[in-house]
């Protein structure tokens, strides 16, 4: 079977992590990997003012998924 893979977003809230990652295995989802990436600046290479936008801290979810081929089901 093809696997198929999704990248997830979530606030830096352990609770809706924890949604997130019981919704994604209610779907059939297997969870590949769960980085936490903390509060941080990203520079913006053409901004006309302030180059810098703040980013919140919050989790990355990699999820894989089977895709089921129905044309071969028995």
Do not use: S
Not at 53 to 66: K, N, S, T
């Amino acid at each position: 079977m093809p696997l198929r893979y999704a990248v997830e977003t979530c606030p830096n809230n352990p609770t809706v992590l924890h949604m997130k990652l019981n919704e994604a295995a209610e779907n059939g989802g297997r969870v590949v990997n769960v980085i936490w990436q903390p509060e941080h600046d990203v520079i913006m290479r053409d901004a006309t003012q302030d180059p810098r936008m703040p980013v919140e801290a919050g989790y990355v979810i990699i999820l894989e998924y089977f895709e089921q081929d129905l044309a071969n089901e028995r």
